[in-house]
């Protein structure tokens, strides 16, 4: 069993930074893709951005430029950095890695940009 645990969350203002964590614990070898979701109520969760083993990196487009993930998939952690939030970045947020066609997820943290 591989459990992930969410860190970072909080209250932000408008315009300011939070930096969130996620470690895994458990079987971790062979995770070769990390993640970062949201999902707000009344909405389907939403990916916003993820890192493959190789590096690449795809973003959302509402989050492209302000965003950065990073992570190690030997370590079994993975790290958004938020800059420029806004009210439009509230969310739980969840990480998630996967291992063949198997994903895991975390039990998500509480994002609340607000002034």
């Known amino acids: 069993q591989v459990l992930l645990v969410e860190s970072g969350g909080g209250l932000v203002q408008p315009g300011g ?32 951005a993820e890192i493959r083993g190789s590096g690449r990196t795809n973003y959302a487009d509402s989050v492209r430029g302000r965003f950065t993930i990073s992570g190690d998939n030997a370590k079994g ?23 063949i066609l198997t994903y895991y997820w975390g039990q998500g943290t509480q994002v609340t940009v607000s002034s």
């Open 17 to 48: 930074s939070l930096r969130l964590s996620c470690a895994a614990s458990g079987s971790i070898s062979g995770i070769n893709l990390m993640a970062w979701y949201r999902q707000v109520p009344g909405k389907q969760r939403e990916l916003v």
């Open 77 to 99: 952690t993975v790290y958004l950095q938020m800059n420029g939030l806004n009210t439009e970045d509230t969310a739980v947020y969840y990480c998630q890695m996967r291992r």
